[in-house]
């Protein structure tokens, strides 16, 4: 293999590496191994519940792995069970990943590639919270939540509109805040987050099964979480609001009045016994992606962050160092990352288009321009498929790729201080689609690189 197919392979790998770790979390992949019929026992987990003592299965939920995960329990019920227990679902999903099945309906609850809530989002969420009322004791409601499921399930709480919530979550998502950030505030303007499902729920048994696209698996911050109680407090939100100025945007003052208000108000507890199951995280993509590496022949390091990152352009800086390192000494020749850094965004007069990965991916192509990146490649993706408002889940770079930029004289600081990767790396035909993978377990980084090239 010459140096130039050598350098093509790196870019092929550090792909199918990437690959395998978002194949690892698939939805239906990840439902399938959680939940299953045991001939009279239906299996969730580590439970068995006797098939004969359930009254109604209901299925809600919202998030990009919800059509898959429905169309999982509905093959693992089957006809048969599905109609002796009167099968009934709603799930919120992206508009591009809306089919059709039997039994369960998947809503489109925003257009592909437009990661908030909408007016058909807070309908959806409306259907969803009248069948989980409609329940009885002997009834079981299976609620399926994955990434996305925060801007997919809007439910305003009295007296807040949509409108003001979508401006409190665009100022602090462009002011920089973390999903943590982000979601302290959601719960306390929702009626379905922040334990808000499961206080409405008149099942007797509650059973979330999440594909986590939060560090760490807090559940109480996956989608909000609409079945977990929420620790947050009105005044933690009015915290963060105040911590990114949110008083002098153009934020509705009711906001504010509504949040003062919540603090003396008492609040119930769920009527349904409720049970939360993580089936699938970051750390299972990114050990997957390092199962395929070592099958490649590479030596990998892996490291799934435990909490939110920082911002992406220092995340993209340190891994074009490593790249550097790990092709100059010996030690590994592979790091597997996932995690899910942060972007603040410049004023949409000069904003471009791009995502997170695309943005680190660029801010690491800047700290290799002068290098060449000779002997390497490096990506980030998002497992969900989509990376900011674009159709790309990242993008990636290697010398070849570098080498094209200079010769279309694109400069990376300007797009990079533009929000506006996009369009650097699309001309030079290095984003990575995928279309919506039906899946969300944060961002997986790939680094290749041949030692001592």
């Known amino acids: 293999m010459d140096a130039n197919e050598s350098l093509d392979q790196l870019r092929r790998d550090a792909l199918q590496i990437w690959q395998a770790g978002v194949d690892a979390v698939r939805s239906e992949r990840l439902l399938c191994q959680a939940f299953r019929v045991d001939g009279p026992t239906l299996v969730i987990g580590g439970q068995r519940l006797p098939l004969e003592r359930i009254g109604r299965i209901a299925v809600v939920g919202a998030g990009k792995a919800g059509a898959g995960m429905a169309a999982a329990v509905e093959d693992v019920l089957g006809e048969r069970l599905m109609k002796e227990k009167r099968l009934a679902g709603w799930v919120n999903v992206p508009e591009d990943c809306v089919r059709r099945l039997s039994r369960i309906r998947l809503h489109a609850a925003r257009p592909a590639g ?133 008083r002098e945007a153009v934020i509705s003052p009711l906001v504010f009045d509504y949040l003062k208000r919540k603090q003396d108000a008492a609040r119930a507890g769920p009527s349904s016994s409720v049970t939360n199951l993580i089936i699938g995280n970051n750390g299972v993509a990114v050990d997957a992606a390092g199962r395929e590496a070592e099958r490649l022949g590479y030596s990998p390091a892996m490291t799934s962050a435990a909490k939110s990152e920082g911002p992406a352009e220092r995340i993209g800086m340190h891994l074009a160092e490593m790249a550097r390192k790990m092709r100059d000494r010996s030690g590994p020749d592979c790091l597997i990352s996932g995690g899910e850094p942060v972007v603040k965004l410049v004023d949409e007069a000069r904003r471009g288009l791009g995502g997170r990965n695309q943005q680190l991916v660029l801010a690491a192509f800047e700290r290799l321009a002068a290098d060449g990146a000779a002997g390497m490649a490096l990506l980030s993706g998002g497992t969900d498929g989509e990376d900011g408002p674009t159709d790309a889940a990242g993008a990636v770079l290697d010398a070849p790729i570098l080498a094209m930029a200079r010769q279309k004289n694109l400069d990376p600081a300007d797009y990079l201080a533009r929000n506006d990767a996009y369009h650097f790396f699309q001309p030079l035909d290095a984003l990575i689609k995928t279309g919506p993978t039906h899946t969300n377990g944060c961002d997986v980084r790939v680094v290749v690189v041949l030692p001592q090239y």
Do not use: W
């Not at 499921?149 to 007296?159: K, R």
């Not at 760490?216 to 915290?239: F, H, K, N, Q, Y």
């Open 114 to 246: 437009v990661n908030e809530p909408t007016a058909e989002g807070a309908a959806g969420s409306r259907e969803i919270l009248k069948l989980v009322e409609s329940l009885d004791a002997d009834d079981l409601c299976l609620c399926l939540i994955s990434g996305g499921g925060s801007a997919l399930m809007p439910a305003p709480a009295d007296q807040i509109t949509l409108a003001d919530k979508l401006a409190v979550t665009r100022h602090l998502s462009a002011a920089g805040a973390n999903i943590e950030q982000l979601n302290t505030v959601r719960k306390q303007l929702s009626r379905i987050k922040g334990g808000g499902l499961a206080r409405a729920c008149r099942a007797g048994r509650l059973v979330a099964m999440i594909i986590s696209d939060v560090l760490g698996d807090p559940l109480e911050v996956i989608a909000s979480g609409p079945t977990v109680d929420d620790s947050s407090t009105p005044r933690a939100a009015l915290e963060v609001l105040d911590q990114f100025h949110a």
